[in-house]
């Protein structure tokens, strides 16, 4: 089993900034990649950015020049710095591990973007 655990979410004004942290453990085989999700009020859960192995990246278009993901594949862990929010980037994110074969996901950290 392998546990994930997100960190850095919070209450932020328009326009601030957060940086979040996802840490993997446990019996961690070969961590293909990571992802950012996030999930606003609803049902539908969307793709924030994504980390390869190899540190290659993928954003949403919604995110894109204003988030930047990134990876140190030593300590298992993965980080979202978050810039210019705005109040539509509110949501919990949740940290997505793909280890080989299988999913795993951390519980969600929630994020507040509010004057």
């Known amino acids: 089993q392998v546990q994930v655990v997100e960190s850095g979410g919070g209450l932020v004004q328009p326009g601030g900034s957060l940086r979040l942290s996802c840490v993997a453990s446990?019996?961690?085989?070969?961590?293909?990649?990571m992802d950012w999700y996030r999930q606003a009020p609803g049902p539908q859960r969307e793709l924030v950015a994504q980390?390869?192995?190899?540190?290659?990246?993928n954003y949403a278009d919604s995110v894109k020049g204003r988030f930047t993901i990134s990876r140190d594949n030593a300590k298992n862990t993965m980080y979202l710095q978050m810039n210019s929010l705005r109040p539509e980037d509110t949501a919990v994110y949740y940290c997505?591990?793909?280890?080989?074969?299988?999913?795993?996901w951390g519980k969600g950290t929630p994020v507040t973007v509010s004057a």
């Open positions: 980390i390869t192995s190899g540190s290659s990246t």
């Open positions: 446990g019996n961690i085989i070969n961590i293909r990649y």
């Open positions: 997505h591990v793909r280890d080989y074969a299988m999913d795993y």
